[in-house]
């Protein structure tokens, strides 16, 4: 069975600090992709990155960062220089590869909630 | 391209009445999902279909749930009678088909059972 775990359940900042949202996952595949999403107070899922499970380079776009650490089953993602608009909740999600079955499992979500 | 369409936004119901979410793909996608968002909680696969065909239904309680997608395009899904426990956001998506690993949500349908 596949589990994604968000320890964090609520995070406050201030704006402009850096700020890291952890993700552990579990999976018996060797091949899968992780999923990182944003849901902003009207609702909607909005995609962030995707990484599959052979590719654990580092990647950073923007203010955004993603750690992938497969020895230890991690996937964080770090905000930099956070915004207001960067408060919402945030979802890290799996899915296997090899399979027509195309669910996603999902955390529990982190609230990320950045003051002025 | 217009993003997945989803109705009503809200619904407030008693229980044990029964209500129905209707949902309208990207165009061209072949699979559309229906997911459980219950508060506090991160979102539940309920149904995946595959063009008209269900590939998951696993995790959709059958006894009171049931969801069709007729002609491959427009989905409709419904719950009667509904429970309190039923109350959560009800998320549509799509994705062009089994290969193809982007997701796009809907803004949801929240529903509230009283």
């Known amino acids: 069975a596949q589990k994604v775990t968000q320890a964090q359940t609520e995070i406050s900042v201030v704006e402009k600090e850096d700020v890291t949202l952890d993700c552990v996952y579990e999976?018996?595949?060797?091949?899968?992709?992780l999923f990182w999403y944003k849901q902003p107070p009207s609702g909607e899922l909005v995609f962030l990155i995707r990484?599959?499970?052979?590719?654990?380079q580092n990647e950073i776009s923007g203010r955004y960062s993603w750690n992938f650490q497969k020895s230890t089953s991690s996937f964080n993602f770090t905000i930099t220089a956070s915004q207001v608009v960067d408060s919402a909740v945030y979802f890290c999600?799996?899915?296997?590869?090899?399979?027509?079955?195309?669910?996603?499992?999902f955390g529990t979500g982190t609230r990320l909630l950045v003051s002025p | 391209e217009a993003g997945v369409a989803q109705s009503p936004r809200y619904k407030i119901i008693e229980k044990r009445q029964s209500v129905a979410f209707w949902c309208n793909p990207i165009?061209?996608?072949?699979?559309l999902y229906w997911y459980q968002q219950i508060l506090g909680q991160g979102p539940k696969l309920l149904i995946q279909?595959?063009?008209?065909?269900?590939?998951?239904d696993s995790q959709l309680p059958k006894d009171r749930f049931s969801a069709e997608r007729l002609k491959g395009v427009d989905s409709t899904l419904k719950i009667q009678p509904a429970k309190l426990e039923d109350s959560a956001v009800y998320l549509c998506?799509?994705?062009?088909?089994?290969?193809?690993?982007?997701?796009?949500f809907g803004s949801g349908t929240r529903l509230t059972v009283v």
């Open positions: 998506a799509s994705s062009l088909g089994r290969g193809s690993y982007g997701y796009t």
């Open positions: 999976t018996r595949d060797t091949t899968y992709y």
């Open positions: 990484r599959n499970s052979f590719d654990e």
């Open positions: 999600a799996l899915r296997m590869m090899n399979t027509g079955f195309q669910k996603l499992v």
């Open positions: 165009s061209g996608h072949a699979t």
């Open positions: 279909f595959q063009n008209n065909g269900v590939v998951d």
